[in-house]
């Protein structure tokens, strides 16, 4: 599926999100902290746009953008073709990497698409170094209050709606819509985080509370 959407993917997200995605990405950037001269990891990078931030941000870090769709990540090295940024291929339930070697991981829209967030989260613990920052950008479900009609209506009709019109994907697009709205409330996400081991978990919610960065820590000394 991802394959499929890469080549429309960035049009999408900034119609979808009425211009607002990369306000949340840059948002991801400064959460993650200052990695110095060391390696950062952005997980299910897509077409890039966390891991180009990251370097425009942090220029002496080594960033690293990994995903398990060839084409996204094709895209990505097309678009940030001018920065240093090493594009791997790599599935988050199995990361190809040595543990405690990142000093962040941040990821863009990945758990909602596994099948076990505790899963991916333990595995990006275990390549963390103590002390590390993780973190998440997602949907998540709405609230059930005066505006759940019309956000709904949005994410049932308005999203796959554009999906047809822009990606030529109406079902790649309604499956955002199932996908969010079955995810794990911001809560419960945090919730998820502190059973991987991570401290200072944090999360704060964007978009009319459709859209939530969820934050957390490698305990240090561990
Ligand atoms: C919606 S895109 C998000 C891309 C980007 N992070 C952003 O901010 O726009 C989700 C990405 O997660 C990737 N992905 C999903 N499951 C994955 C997995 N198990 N391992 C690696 N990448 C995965 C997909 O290939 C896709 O590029």
Redesign the pocket.
Known sequence: M??GI?SD?DQM?RVMTMGQ?QKW?RFVVGKAGDPGSGLVL?????????ASLTNTSHPAAHVVG????FN?LREAGKRFAQQPISWQS????HLPYKEKSFESVT????LR??DDSLT?LREVRRVLKPGGRVVC?DTTPPQKNMLYPFIRAYFRFGIPLLGRMIASDESAYAYLTGSTMEFHTADELAAIFKEAGFVDVGYQKFMMGTIAVHWGQSPKGV
């Open positions: 991802f394959d890469a993917y997200n995605d990405r952005d997980l299910a990078t897509g077409t890039g746009d966390i990994a995903d398990f769709s996204m790599c599935d988050a339930n990821f863009g829209y990945l698409n596994v991916v950008l």
